[in-house]
């Protein structure tokens, strides 16, 4: 492989029309004698049935060890016999301090000549490093596994203040940082969709290594609809038992292929505003509750108007957690937009626009409220010249009134503005208000959404969420 790992993997799904990863896992069962050799036998047979439908081949080193030393020369032997420009992937779960790693990694990569191999994260990015410092070569982490033991500890919420997130989401956010060589992948078992929705909804672009299809009861369509990249690709899906178990195991390949291409075909990527408001991630759900930004009760709003729920995103700057994954839940958005600079509207939103910019590294500037009477007299803060793209940055959408006053400043000061992102859209009319006026409203949340996340989890009594659903009718109403 002359590109990166994850580059050409993607070009070999695309023209093979395959994500089957081949399991090589010769059990005791399967195997007519305890031997190395019959374990050799046994791989070389699936490889030869399935050499044009696998798009990699995954064998365990546990099956091989077990034979010692031969074990360890017939995993090399089965690894020399996949054909070559199809990965091999070595389900080993190496985890270990960095010189230790440095000698698994070259134990499977010099030594055995794999081309990829899955890693236990406990230890850190220094014991995850020397398996991913070569491009061509890749490392699977161990994030949401498929077996039922996941939630003793991949489940937990981490301690901190505004910033519950779960050991597993923890691990997907760590990867997608550490992926500075495009070749770490994560491994997210197909036996729990939703986790594969919410870490695909935190990492759009990683490549996932999805266990669980077959003997352990995953759905192959329901977990590639939740794990899927929007391109259709971004899931390798091993299966084992289910082809060498079965009567013709080139026939069972050939079905579990053509189940993957027409779950391909019905797949309907989300928006990246579908995919936050399909699975409202965690950490901002619990952490907004926490934090004060979202309260029940009885409240007078600025209009006079008696509402159930009143939101408070200015209380973002003393929760220096909750701000960075607030300011991080809206980077998938505006990756997908273009514009030069990003405009924060005072004042609840300048904390978040500041966190966005050192994030992304985006210049951001704002208008001001009033214009300065002093000095430059200026009605826009920051740097820019006439003719640039502004993308409008808000905590909350509710008609839009707002957003076009500032909108108006923008655009006298000679920016062109398109697009306006807010954290919650409080759905009162403000999409509707700002699409009649040309402009596009995009949502990391929305508040039915989070209603129905606090329900589903029991965060908050079901008297307060309907009355809060009353509320927001009534007003869409009116």
Known sequence: ????????????????????????????ADLPE???????????????????????????????????????????????????????????????????????????????????????PYLGYDAIKPFVSDPQKAAFLLCKTSNPGTQDLQDLALAGEGKPLRVFEKVALLAQDWNENDNIGLVVGATHPDALRRV???????????????????????????????????????????????????????????????????????????????????????????????????????????????????????????????????????????????????????????????QSGWPMLYPRKEAKTYGTRSEIEGAFKVGETAVVIDDLATTGGSKFEAVEKLAEAGLVVKDIVVLIDRQSGAAEALAEAGYKLHAVLTMSALLDYWEANERIPEDQISAVRAFLKGQKAG
């Open 1 to 28: 492989m002359t590109n990166g790992f994850f580059t050409s993997l993607d070009e070999r799904a695309r023209k093979l029309g395959s994500l089957l990863c081949v399991g090589l896992d010769p059990h005791p």
């Open 200 to 358: 695909r909804n935190l990492v759009p672009d990683l490549w996932f290594l999805a266990p669980g299809v077959g003997a352990q009861g995953g759905d192959l369509a329901v977990a590639m609809q939740a794990g899927l990249r929007d391109d259709g690709l971004g899931m390798l899906i091993p299966v084992s038992r289910g082809i060498s178990r079965a009567a013709d195991p080139r026939k069972a390949a050939q079905d579990l292929v053509q189940c993957m291409r027409d779950a391909q075909k019905s797949f309907k990527p989300l928006t990246v505003e579908e995919r936050y408001q399909a699975g409202v991630p965690a950490a901002l759900a619990e952490g907004l509750l926490q934090a004060g930004c979202v309260r029940f009760g009885s409240f007078t709003l600025k209009s006079g108007i008696q509402s159930p729920i009143y939101l408070d995103l200015r209380q973002l700057g003393s929760h220096p957690d909750l701000l960075a994954e607030v300011s991080a839940a809206y980077l998938p958005i505006l990756k997908t937009l273009k514009f030069d600079r990003l405009a924060g509207l005072p004042y609840a939103a300048l904390p978040i626009v500041t966190a966005i910019s050192l």
């Open 34 to 120: 305890q031997t190395a050799s019959a374990a050799r036998d046994f791989c070389l047979r699936l490889i030869e049935a399935t050499a044009d439908l696998a798009l990699a081949y995954k064998p365990n080193a546990a099956f091989f060890e077990v034979f010692g030393p031969e074990g360890w020369e017939v995993l090399a032997q089965v690894i020399a016999a996949v054909p070559e420009g199809t990965p091999v992937l070595l389900d080993a779960k190496r985890g270990d301090i960095s010189s230790t790693a440095d000698a698994y990694a070259r134990s499977a990569f010099k030594t055995l000549k794999a081309d990829a191999i899955t890693i236990n």
